[in-house]
């Protein structure tokens, strides 16, 4: 396959909001450094910070789909700096300040769900959607194949993933399953596709859901777009790098 680097994100805190990277050191067995540090409980939530937990105990895109529009940015001094075009600008510490995020998102969440109670971290991973620490990739291909199905331009950032490649086929990475990949000077290994949630239905600019991003993926007789990795040796990437099957 030729194939190389084109997007790079994080989440600091999961489902409220994506940070667009230039590069980023990967580390054998480990989520990729400041994604989905931190995570917002519900109220009926039993997740705390001892262990990693299911999506289901936290306030999500799926759920509220103006978390979709909130853009964020890891700050050197370890605070968050929230956007949101409805919402206005939150920098906070969200171990010490998780109070406050919850009151700025208070406006955009359904009244009909379990409110957001708490911000949590679990120490040494990120809280992404898999029970092992995990890294996303995706492939654009892919992307514009589902653009093509809906009749309509979409961004890649409803999607969630850590890194996109582009020169491939579209769903050609689900027969990269099993297999490794080294993009930069780091390897992973490709454990499974994401299936995808209402989340992806959002706009990633305003929150508003405005395309049916599931009916277009089962149309291809599945509802995934992505693959979960795993970090098998550490290593950069950045921008522009090639990736290749070994």
Known sequence: MTARVTGLWRHPIKSHGREALNRVTLTEGATLPGDRV???????????????????NFSIGAKAPGLMGINAELNADGTVTLTHPDLGTLTLDPDREGDRLIDWTRPIM???????????????RGMTDTDYPSVSLGNM???????????????????????WLDG???????????????????????????????ATTANPDTGLRDADTLAALNSFGHQDLGLYAEVTRSGEIALGDGARLV
């Open 168 to 198: 491939l086929e579209a769903w050609e990475e689900f027969g990269w399953i099993g297999a490794e990949v080294e993009i930069g000077t780091a390897r992973l290994a490709l454990r499974e596709p994401v299936r995808r949630c209402m």
């Open 110 to 124: 359904p009244r009909d769900r379990a409110a957001s109670a708490r911000v949590l971290r679990v120490p040494g």
């Open 141 to 163: 291909a892919s992307h514009r194949a589902v653009e093509e199905k809906l009749g309509q331009e979409l961004s890649e950032k409803r999607w969630r993933l850590n890194i």
């Open 38 to 56: 931190w995570a917002v409980a519900h109220e009926a939530s039993k997740a705390d910070n001892s262990a990693w937990s299911p999506c289901a």
